[in-house]
């Protein structure tokens, strides 16, 4: 049973490019959401895919934004990237049905912005 | 909105000794309360959770407890094992006006179990 996977890695961009995080939840999960963890910080909530639209958003600005596939796959991309974007972008994966919280969190992309 | 601390920011104890972590929060409408081991280099992995209706839970060496009219919960953790060694974050979980949830979490803490 797969986990929760992310690609790439590792990434280094620029000021002002733009990049693209992609994730494949967890066998049998049909929700994702995205977290940003700066270093030696606990993970924040960027927002949560469900049915292919984005049904929470945290406290991130429109650079920020992102796309569900119908195999539940998802996409984070961040524009007009800054210095202080760069940090570890989680993915996580969970079903969504009342009562159902469990969040399995993948290992991350590690975005270093120069 | 949300905010939950974590104490202590580390931990080092010697192998075998028993470890707590404790964390508040300050939404009362916040009703599932995950802990997170993350090792260097990986993804958070959830090592054990607790809901609003219940006060305590174990699993083998680790247990939670929750105390709603505080607003607080803790992760116990016995005989500690060098492979314990991690930064460990809590977190809480609040459903949200048109579905889904969100989580959380504390600052963490780094644990260090030593010989």
């Known amino acids: 049973d797969a986990g929760v996977t992310q690609s790439p890695t590792h990434l280094i961009k620029t000021r002002g490019q733009q990049v693209t995080l992609r994730c494949s939840p967890k066998s049998g999960h049909d929700t994702v959401s995205w977290y940003q963890q700066a270093l030696g910080q606990g993970p924040q909530f960027i927002f949560q895919?469900?049915?292919?639209?984005?049904?929470q958003r945290g406290n991130f600005p429109d650079r920020f934004s992102g796309h569900q596939f119908p195999n539940y796959s998802s996409e984070l991309n961040v524009n007009a990237l800054l210095l202080g974007d760069s940090a570890l972008y989680l993915c996580a994966s969970s079903l969504a049905k009342t009562g159902d919280d469990e969040q399995y969190f993948g290992p991350g992309t590690r975005l270093t912005v120069t | 909105g949300e905010n939950v601390e974590q104490h202590p920011s580390t931990l080092s104890v010697q192998e075998g000794d028993s470890a707590v972590i404790k964390c508040t929060y300050s939404?009362?409408?916040?009703?599932?309360f995950p802990w997170y081991k993350q090792e260097l280099g990986k993804g958070p992995q959830l090592i054990i959770d607790?809901?609003?209706?219940?006060g305590e839970k174990k699993d083998q060496r680790i247990a939670v407890t929750l105390n709603k009219t505080a607003k607080h919960f803790s992760l116990h953790i016995t005989e500690t094992q060098p492979e314990d060694s991690a930064v460990y974050f809590c977190a809480a979980s609040i459903w949200l006006t048109g579905g889904g949830n969100k989580l959380t979490f504390g600052t963490g803490t780094q644990l260090k179990v030593e010989l």
């Open positions: 939404d009362s409408a916040s009703n599932y």
């Open positions: 607790i809901r609003s209706n219940v």
């Open positions: 895919y469900y049915e292919e639209e984005e049904r």
